[in-house]
T-cell receptor, first 113, second 114 residues
């Protein structure tokens, strides 16, 4: 079946450094790719998303790139801060054959002050 | 504006029991989706409700059922609980059933089955 692989599972960076999380998906019909930040007790917050007609999107310190040919997309966080520490999930969505949003297994990001 | 709310926050049940989880969507949202998130895993889609009907369903047995009310709030029911049902149950709401619509997640209900 369809799946989304996410790497790394754990990432530790020094404050101010950049963090990169990568995801690959199997369903070529996927056309919407959101990224969520999950903090304990706060729920999952959408931080950025990208659609298949765009190759890159940026919002302040956060950017996402999409390579549809290779079926992978990445999250880039620059100038990391301790409050960026959380679990990040990527997802790939399609409405071909019915609603499908497949999530990656998550990346736990630690930003050390 | 209240976001997505879920109740209860935590729940402990024993095998064979039944459980009901509740979700109120974000204001202006009419679509509710439910996800199960096992420890160390990403959310797995259970089903989606729109116009008080189940519109889509993931790979979950019939023990998992739901309901959506006229005010768009929703319930997730799980019968004959198994130990493997222990997980964080997430509710997400959106402005339409399209998977390209942004989903807003609640904080979840953590269910422990003993």
């Amino acid at each position: 079946g369809e799946n989304v692989e996410q790497h790394p599972s754990t990432l530790s960076v020094q404050e101010g450094d950049s963090a990169v999380i990568k995801c690959t998906y199997s369903d070529s019909a996927s056309n919407y790719f959101p990224w969520y930040k999950q903090e304990l007790g706060k729920g999952s917050q959408l931080i950025i998303d990208i659609r298949s007609n765009v190759g890159e999107k940026k919002d302040q310190r956060i950017a996402v790139t999409l390579n549809k040919t290779a079926k992978h997309f990445s999250l880039h966080i620059t100038e990391t801060q301790p409050e960026d520490s959380a679990v990040y999930f990527c997802a790939a969505s399609t409405n071909t054959g019915g609603f499908k949003t497949i999530f990656g297994a998550g990346t736990r990001l630690f930003v050390k002050a | 504006d209240a976001g997505v709310t879920q109740s209860p926050t935590h729940l402990i049940k024993t095998r064979g029991q039944q459980v009901t989880l509740r979700c109120s969507p974000k204001s202006g949202h009419d679509t509710v989706s439910w996800y199960q998130q096992a420890l160390g895993q990403g959310p797995q889609f259970i089903f989606q409700y729109y116009e008080e009907e189940e519109r889509q369903r993931g790979n979950f047995p019939d023990r998992f059922s739901g309901h959506q009310f006229p005010n768009y709030s929703s319930e997730l029911n799980v019968n004959a609980l198994l130990l493997g049902d222990s997980a964080l149950y997430l509710c997400a709401s959106s402005t339409s059933p399209s998977p390209q619509e942004t989903q807003y997640f609640g904080p979840g209900t953590r269910l422990l089955v003993l």
